[in-house]
């Protein structure tokens, strides 16, 4: 059984990679493992809060 995935446009959760309700996309319902060493936090934050940079 796959990990669990979640439906871009209607938010619905499946395990398939295709959404069975509206057909969307799906991605990963699980956040990344945390590590604090992570070399490239730095440039996720500054293109998730759209930063210039520092």
Known sequence: MGRLRK???CGAYTTKE????CGG???TAHPPKF???DKYGKYR???KFG???V
Do not use: F, N
Not at 18 to 21: F, M
């Open 7 to 9: 439906c871009i446009k």
């Open 18 to 21: 295709q959404c069975p309700k």
């Open 25 to 27: 996309e799906t991605h």
């Open 35 to 37: 590590s604090p060493e």
């Open 45 to 47: 934050r500054r293109a």
């Open 51 to 53: 930063l210039e940079a």
